[in-house]
Each structure stands twice: as structure tokens, then as C-alpha cells.
């Protein structure tokens, strides 16, 4: 809930101050696995993993703006990271909520067809994790709960950050306008425990999001 209301405080400023602003909501489907020295386990074959994405939005768009503005999101997202061999597959699941930010740039001012490229940083706290293991010979699938923090006994790191590179655009329908979107996200940060030094794995994820992007106001 904190994380929540820290996420409207930074936007709040941005929709007072916009001479036009626009909101929405979207929803989406993830394929995402780490990068990194030793990401993948000796052994194992590293394979994404498949998750989901919902959220929403708010975009600031001055007058003056023809082909720019500004977009910050607070979305719960899943990650993860799969691996396999001969004997057992097993699979890490994270559960995050993110901020991203954007800069975008809107390639064409259509009436219905609006294409826009964008970019920019993205902050995420991890809210849950999960472990699971199936042993291919007898059937048998172990899951466990990660622990999240930054001591040596956690399983996982409780932040991560990155940058987003996407391409998207609205399609209006007259009172409502649909968006989609397609992102390319890479970590920055080392979300591997503690008790293994030598191993940094960053997240990395492909999303494809659609939504409703709602009537602007100025």
C-alpha cells in the first residue's frame, strides 16, 4: 500500500501542472529469463518463462508538444526464469510491482492511427517469489516460497531497475482509444542472493500489452 501511494505522489505534480493529460488501463502477456554472468545453472538449460502484466497509466501532452510526451505507469508484473535438463526442469517466478517512465515520441499525428516509439527508465519493488522443481522421471513437483531481501539468507534481491524500449500506438474509436504495445525490458540491477557472490543475473522481458487509453483533458 505504501509503494502504492509513493507511486501517485510522483505523479500527482505531473497531471495537476498538464496543460493535456490522458490516462488508461491496460493488461498484457510476458516471456522473461535473466542474462548475466552464471544466469544459467551448471547443467541446465536456461528457457523463459511466461507471466502477466496489468496496470495503469497517465500521459502528459502540452499543447505546445507536436511530437513528444511524457508517461509514467504503475503496473504489477511477473518475471522469471525456467531451466531444464535431461533429469528435473525447474523455474523461479517473481511478482513486482513497477514504475516505468517514458519519453515518447509520436511519429505521426493520425486521427485514428497515432504510432509512437518510446523509452526510459523503469523502478520495481519485488512483492513475492516462488521456487519449483518437477522431477521428469516420477511426475513429481516441489514448489517453495522465496524469500525476499537483502541478507545472506534470501533467496532473492527486493529491487530491481532497468530501462524499457517500446513501440506502440492508439487507435481511436471515438469516445474511448485502444492502445498496443510492444516492450523490450533489460535490468540493471543484480537480483541474486546474497549467499552466491559469484552468480549476477539480471532480468530481461518482452511484454505485449493492450489497453484503453480514456478522453483527454485539458
Known amino acids: 500500500m505504501r509503494s502504492l501511494i509513493v507511486v501517485w505522489l510522483v505523479m500527482l505534480p505531473m497531471l495537476v501542472c498538464a496543460q493535456r493529460w490522458q490516462y488508461g488501463a491496460y493488461l498484457g502477456y510476458a516471456l522473461s529469463n535473466t542474462h548475466g554472468q552464471d544466469a544459467t545453472l551448471p547443467g541446465f538449460t536456461q528457457r523463459p518463462v511466461s507471466g502477466f502484466a496489468v496496470g495503469g497509466f497517465a500521459r502528459y501532452r502540452a499543447a505546445k508538444w507536436r511530437v513528444f510526451s511524457l508517461q509514467a505507469d504503475a503496473r504489477y508484473l511477473q518475471k522469471g526464469v525456467g531451466f531444464d535438463n535431461d533429469v528435473e526442469e525447474a523455474s523461479i517466478r517473481l511478482h513486482y510491482l513497477e514504475v516505468p517512465f517514458y519519453g515518447m515520441l509520436h511519429v505521426r499525428r493520425g486521427k485514428v492511427f497515432q504510432p509512437r516509439l518510446y523509452a526510459g527508465p523503469w523502478f520495481a519493488a519485488a512483492l513475492a517469489g516462488t521456487r519449483q522443481r518437477k522431477d521428469k522421471t516420477t511426475?513429481?513437483?516441489?514448489?517453495?516460497?522465496?524469500?525476499?531481501?537483502?541478507?545472506?539468507?534470501?533467496?532473492?534481491?527486493?529491487?530491481?531497475?532497468?530501462?524499457?524500449?517500446?513501440?506502440?500506438?492508439?487507435?481511436?474509436?471515438?469516445?474511448?482509444?485502444?492502445?498496443?504495445?510492444?516492450?523490450?525490458?533489460?535490468?540493471?540491477?543484480?537480483?541474486?542472493?546474497?549467499?552466491?557472490?559469484?552468480?549476477?543475473?539480471?532480468?530481461?522481458?518482452?511484454?505485449?500489452?493492450?489497453?484503453?487509453?480514456?478522453?483527454?483533458?485539458?
Not at 513429481?140 to 534470501?154: F, S
Not at 529491487?159 to 506502440?168: K, N
Open 139 to 218: 511426475g513429481t513437483t516441489e514448489t517453495a516460497a522465496l524469500k525476499i531481501g537483502t541478507q545472506p539468507t534470501h533467496d532473492m534481491s527486493p529491487w530491481d531497475a532497468g530501462i524499457s524500449l517500446g513501440i506502440g500506438a492508439d487507435v481511436e474509436t471515438g469516445k474511448l482509444c485502444l492502445t498496443f504495445d510492444f516492450q523490450y525490458q533489460v535490468g540493471w540491477l543484480n537480483i541474486s542472493p546474497a549467499q552466491y557472490p559469484s552468480i549476477h543475473s539480471q532480468n530481461q522481458s518482452l511484454a505485449l500489452l493492450v489497453g484503453l487509453r480514456f478522453p483527454s483533458r485539458k
